[in-house]
T-cell receptor, first 111, second 113 residues
Framework: SQTIHQWPATLVQPVGSPLSLECTVE??????LYWYRQAAGRGLQLLFY??????ISSEVPQNLSASRPQDRQFILSSKKLLLSDSGFYLC??????????FGEGSRLTVL | GEDVEQSLFLSVREGDSSVINCTYT??????LYWYKQEPGAGLQLLTY?????DMKQDQRLTVLLNKKDKHLSLRIADTQTGDSAIYFC?????????????FGKGTHLIIQP
């Protein structure tokens, strides 16, 4: 069966510090991978998606970036965090254009 | 553009039925989904319906789709305290692209004893 893991689960970082959130999928190959951010009252916002190694599509311009160094690994990064980057970040995968399977989320607080 | 709208809160008494409503704008959506999010957790797929269906039932869950009005609903029969969560409606994008789903803002289901 397929599983998805993301870490860390909770992160508290000062403004201006770097960020790295990691997500890995097991039990499938060549998945589509996604990073969403969930902010209070704003639902889920798609940040990045990837259909293959090294292929990243950005939906929202911001100071975040994503990378896919391996088939089942998706990383969300920032060089300098802003207060507005606080939120709940969710990684997800899909087989194609259908349903998404989500990780447990990473809570980021920027102080 | 694509948009999915839901009420932010719904309060029901334990044992009653809960009906969570959703409207969407993309008439080309192939599938429509309901996800459940418990506190501090990721989203869990509850059920989905293909756009050429009117209704789908799965145990205590009933999904109704009115494609003409672009209205989707999720009915939870005999609501229990464990049903307390945020419920997200989502639609697949027209053209079947890989750019994920469009989600509503989520409906907080509150269960009164």
């Amino acid at each position: 069966s397929q599983t998805i893991h993301q870490w860390p689960a909770t992160l508290v970082q000062p403004v201006g510090s770097p960020l790295s959130l990691e997500c890995t999928v097991e039990g499938t190959s060549n998945p589509n991978l996604y990073w969403y951010r969930q902010a209070a009252g704003r639902g889920l916002q798609l940040l990045f998606y990837s259909v293959g190694i090294g292929q990243i599509s950005s939906e929202v311009p911001q100071n975040l970036s994503a990378s896919r160094p391996q088939d089942r690994q998706f990383i969300l990064s920032s060089k300098k965090l802003l207060l507005s980057d606080s939120g709940f970040y969710l990684c997800a995968w899909s087989r194609g254009s259908g349903e998404l399977f989500f990780g447990e989320g990473s809570r980021l607080t920027v102080l | 553009g694509e948009d999915v709208e839901q009420s932010l809160f719904l309060s029901v008494r334990e044992g009653d039925s809960s009906v969570i409503n959703c409207t969407y704008t993309d008439s080309s959506s192939t599938y429509l989904y309901w996800y459940k999010q418990e506190p501090g957790a990721g989203l869990q797929l509850l059920t989905y319906i293909f756009s050429n269906m009117d209704m789908k039932q799965d145990q205590r869950l009933t999904v109704l789709l009115n494609k003409k009005d672009k209205h989707l609903s999720l009915r939870i029969a005999d609501t229990q305290t464990g049903d307390s969560a945020i419920y997200f409606c989502a639609e697949s994008h027209s053209g079947g692209g890989a750019d994920g789903l469009t989600f509503g803002k989520g409906t907080h289901l509150i269960i009164q004893p």
